[in-house]
Structure formats: structure tokens, C-alpha cells
């Protein structure tokens, strides 16, 4: 019965998606994009904006070149830098303070997913100024435009520059959430495969895994749109040919370029077919263990999708032949597995475990819980979980 009930709720969940005023970030794309940045701010009129970013993106001067640019076209910027993997409730807090005593006017996002998710969760909380953090959760909380807000992204994988979606951690509950808005889709995107040059090969690797993830999970969910399958299908295509390269030869810019527009292309597509159980196990141990979300997803997805089974034949197998994985004469069960193991091979070539560490059985019972409850009952997952499935998954990759 409860299956029942959460697949109608996704049905109802698709059709109301499919009304709503959907838009995407404009781009600035290829070598040296970054720079046609402060010349649009100054057109826009935002003379005043907080950058969000890390300590480690700040201290190797990734940003410098553009804050000369700023200073250069008379936009003012105050910087938070604090940002911690798995950005905080504190995160957004203290840069929202910044925001408001400096009277900014727009927000810049610089870095991975983490100080993205942050600079959105500041975005909605300017937008809903009486609304606490843990009251944002969910779908559609906010409702109203954000600051304009600019996504600069160093990594290529979350795809957060084009998605309705901030992941919030609390420290104190071990919880990992979602805030999901269309106001969270950033205005505008800089994708300079300068700003990802000199990431080191394991975050190359792992990021990478966490946009396949995002492609493999909207292609597998019930009901995506045509135009959720054909980003998955690009982004699928792009990582496959390109990630390995990026790992091996991160100078290589064509690579890193194909890599940062794949990670894009998957970020349209589960922003609007949304991801799977992979996620919802990969967000409790970011959660309570702090374990990065892209080694997460990575580790995670190859075994989800073999406990699946039959439910993934059919869209495993497509992407099998478009990556050009198995015999033409393979039936689609042989195709799906193929499918798999070349993911298993990916890791295996770029030195990600297959199994997670520090994994504690007594926290098992909430981390199960919390991930039933991210997952079921919006994301029109292949398979619907019960508890004894999630058990057995996270026991499958316990090490």
C-alpha cells in the first residue's frame, strides 16, 4: 500500500514539475570565461556582491584574477571563505550576517558543490528572512526571487549552477537535507575549464563519479522527461569519454571543458528527474561521518544498481550502446551488466575503494531511517526501498 501511495504521489509530483516556469543559468563558457564575469556584474548594476567560498580556494589564489577585475570595474565584494565540506546550518548563518552588514546585492558562489549549496541556502534565507534554515526543507518553501546569485564552479560534478536544489547538513542531528526551489537555479554560470586545471587527480576522479551518479540516477527514475534523458544521455556520453583523460592529464583542457559541461548537462537532468537511493544513502554518510559526497555516490552506485536488477535492464542498456559497452548481440540483461562493471572499472582505474569505512552498525537503524525517509516517497526510483533493502545495502558497502 505504501508503494502504492508514493507512486501516485510522484505521478501527481511529475505533473505539477511539468507546469512550473522551468529556466536555466545563462553561461559563460570555455578558457578564460571567468573574465567576462565583472563586466556583466557591472552591466547588471550589482556594485556590492558576498563571495562564497573555502579556505583552500582562497588560499591558492584561484580567485585573485577575478577580484583584480571586480576592483577594476568598481564592484565592491566582501568574501566568506569558512565554508566547510558539507556546508552547515552555521555556514549560512554566519554568511548571511556578511551579506546583510555589507549590503550586498547579489551573491557569487566560487568552488564545489559545498560553497554553492551555501551561497543558496543565503540566497533563501534573504528571500524568506522568517524562515530558520530547517523550515526551508523540502520542496518549494521559498517561492520568491533570491538575490541574483552567480555559480562559479571549480569541480566538475554536483552540477548544483544549474539545480533547484541546496544540501544542508546540521552537525547536531548528523542530518543532510534538501532545500528545493526554482529560485535556487542560479542566474547565471561561468564554466572556465581554467578554474579545474590543477584539481588534484582524486578529486577529479570522485567528482566525476558524482555527475555520472546524477545522469545515471535521472535516467533511471520513472517518468523523466525527454528532456531529462537527453542531458542524462549527453552527460553520460561527455563523462565517458572524458573523465579518465581528466584524471590521467588534467591539463588536458578539452577533457576538462567536456567534463565541466557534463557535469552541467547532469544537473539539468536530476534537477528535474531527481536522483535516487544512491543519494539518499550517500547524504547519511556525508552526514554523519563527514564522507565526501562524490566518494560516496561512487562507491554506492554500482551496487544500487545491481541490487535493481531487472527494473534497470532496459535504460542500463541503452546507455550501454551509446558508450559503445558490450556486443550489438548482447540482450539488454548482458548490456546492463556490462554497463555496471565498466563503472566498477572506472573506480578500479581511478583508485576509488569499492567499500566505506567507519561505519558504525549502531548508527545503522537512523542512517536507514533517514534515508527511507529522503528517498520515499519523491524520487520515482526504480524500485521503491523497504527497510531490510537499505540494510542490506549498507551492510553490501561497510568495510
Not at 349 to 363: H, L, S, T, V, Y
Request: one cysteine or more; proline letters at 7%.
Amino acid at each position: 500500500m505504501f508503494k502504492l501511495f508514493c507512486r501516485v504521489y510522484q505521478r501527481v509530483s511529475r505533473i505539477v514539475m511539468g507546469l512550473l516556469p522551468w529556466r536555466e543559468p545563462v553561461l559563460l563558457e570555455g578558457e578564460n570565461s571567468l573574465s567576462e564575469l565583472p563586466p556583466l556584474l557591472k552591466r547588471k548594476h550589482l556594485d556590492k556582491v558576498l563571495i562564497v567560498t573555502d579556505e583552500g580556494i582562497r588560499s591558492i589564489g584561484l580567485m585573485d584574477h577575478m577580484l583584480e577585475a571586480l576592483k577594476k570595474e568598481g564592484i565592491h565584494y566582501v568574501i566568506y571563505d569558512q565554508v566547510v565540506p558539507n556546508p552547515t546550518i552555521g555556514n549560512i548563518e554566519n554568511a548571511l550576517k556578511v551579506y546583510k552588514n555589507s549590503n550586498c546585492k547579489g551573491i557569487i558562489a566560487f568552488g564545489g558543490g559545498s560553497p554553492m549549496d551555501c551561497a543558496k541556502g543565503v540566497g533563501a534565507r534573504v528571500a524568506r528572512p522568517g524562515k530558520p534554515v530547517p523550515k526551508l526543507k523540502g520542496l518549494l518553501k521559498i517561492r520568491k526571487e533570491i538575490p541574483p546569485l552567480i555559480a562559479v564552479p571549480t569541480t566538475a560534478g554536483t552540477g548544483s549552477e544549474a539545480t533547484v536544489a541546496a544540501v544542508v547538513s546540521n552537525p547536531d542531528t548528523h542530518e543532510k537535507y534538501a532545500i528545493m526551489d526554482l529560485s535556487l537555479i542560479p542566474q547565471f554560470a561561468v564554466l572556465d575549464p581554467l578554474l579545474t586545471q590543477k584539481l588534484p587527480p582524486h578529486i577529479t576522479s570522485t567528482t566525476g563519479m558524482d555527475a555520472l551518479t546524477h545522469a545515471v540516477e535521472a535516467y533511471t527514475n520513472h517518468g523523466a522527461s525527454e528532456k531529462a534523458k537527453q542531458s542524462s544521455r549527453e552527460a553520460v556520453k561527455l563523462i565517458f569519454d572524458n573523465l579518465y583523460e581528466a584524471y590521467e592529464n588534467g591539463e588536458n583542457l578539452e577533457a576538462r571543458a567536456n567534463m565541466q559541461r557534463a557535469a552541467y548537462l547532469a544537473g539539468v537532468a536530476f534537477t528535474r528527474a531527481y536522483v535516487g537511493n544512491v543519494h539518499a544513502i550517500a547524504h547519511t554518510l556525508g552526514g554523519f561521518y563527514g564522507v565526501p559526497h562524490g566518494l560516496a555516490n561512487a562507491v554506492i552506485l554500482p551496487h544500487v544498481l545491481e541490487y535493481y536488477g531487472s527494473s534497470v535492464n532496459k535504460p542500463l542498456a541503452e546507455l550501454a550502446d551509446l558508450v559503445n559497452i558490450g556486443d550489438l548481440s548482447d540482450h539488454e540483461e548482458q548490456k546492463a551488466v556490462k554497463f555496471i562493471e565498466e563503472i566498477k572499472s572506472l573506480n578500479r582505474r581511478m583508485e576509488i575503494p569499492n567499500k566505506i569505512g567507519g561505519i558504525k552498525e549502531d548508527d545503522l537503524p537512523f542512517m536507514v531511517k533517514r534515508a527511507l525517509s529522503e528517498a520515499n516517497p519523491l524520487y520515482p526510483v526504480p524500485e521503491i526501498f523497504g527497510k531490510k533493502d537499505m540494510q542490506f545495502l549498507y551492510h553490501t558497502i561497510m568495510e
